[in-house]
């Protein structure tokens, strides 16, 4: 079936240290978007991201279709940034979530 | 401001009860969907719609059904609420082919 696996797991990082979250999908995929859940489970749209490069402030990501993955960069942690991200492939109406990725900042 | 809101945010019940969980957004968007997620774990589609009156399953299979009688409201029931239910349910809605997805903020089912 189809799969999309986010790596890693699990991230523990001292405040201001920079983060690279990784998303590999199995199949090809129309679009592909990150997310972060924050601790009242609210999913904030990060990125909606086909291909390339994309920055907002201290978050940025790039896809790379033809290899199957794309990644998410957090550079200057902050504790708000902890919660979980997700990245979701989309084709068509079909959106395959990974496990998500779940990123502890302690200060 | 253009949103998608979800009601009740928290619920708890009793085995047996009729349930609707609420979803409505003031985006205009044609397409919406239900996605169950148990905590700290990936959400799975349950339902979507295309449109008003168009529901359709998603890849996990649901005791829940939908209606979508009007552009903006998407309603998931459940007739007859049992623990294996206690998760939480999202709500979320999209334009164009592919769309972005945006969320509502959840509710956070407990069946006793």
């Known amino acids: 079936g189809i799969q999309v696996e986010q790596s890693p797991p699990d991230l523990i990082l001292q405040e201001g240290a920079n983060s690279t979250l990784r998303c590999n999908f199995s199949?090809?995929?129309?679009?592909l978007q990150w997310f972060h859940q924050n601790p009242w489970g609210q999913l904030i749209n990060l990125f909606y991201?086909?291909?390339g490069t994309k920055q907002n402030g201290r978050l940025s990501a790039t896809t790379v279709a033809t290899e199957r993955y794309s990644l998410l960069y957090i550079s200057s942690s902050q504790t708000t940034d902890s919660g979980v991200y997700f990245c979701?492939?989309?084709?068509?109406?079909?959106?395959?979530f990974g496990a998500g990725t779940r990123l502890t900042v302690k200060p | 401001e253009a949103d998608i809101y979800q009601t009740p945010r928290y619920l708890v019940i009793g085995t047996g009860k009729k349930i609707t969980l609420e979803c409505s957004q003031t985006?205009?968007?044609?397409?919406m969907y239900w996605y169950q997620q148990d905590p700290g774990m990936e959400l799975h589609l349950i339902h979507y719609?295309?449109?008003?009156?168009?529901?359709e399953k998603g890849d996990l299979s649901s005791e829940s059904t939908v209606s979508r009688i009007r552009t903006e409201h998407f309603p998931l029931t459940l007739e007859s609420a049992r623990p294996s239910h206690t998760s939480q349910y999202l709500c979320?809605?999209?334009?164009?082919?592919?769309?972005?997805?945006?969320f509502g903020p959840g509710t956070r089912l407990t069946v006793l």
């Open positions: 979320a809605s999209s334009e164009g082919q592919p769309g972005e997805q945006f």
């Open positions: 199949d090809s995929v129309n679009n």
């Open positions: 991201i086909p291909s």
């Open positions: 979701a492939r989309i084709n068509n109406n079909d959106m395959r």
């Open positions: 985006m205009g968007h044609d397409k």
């Open positions: 719609s295309y449109g008003v009156n168009s529901t």
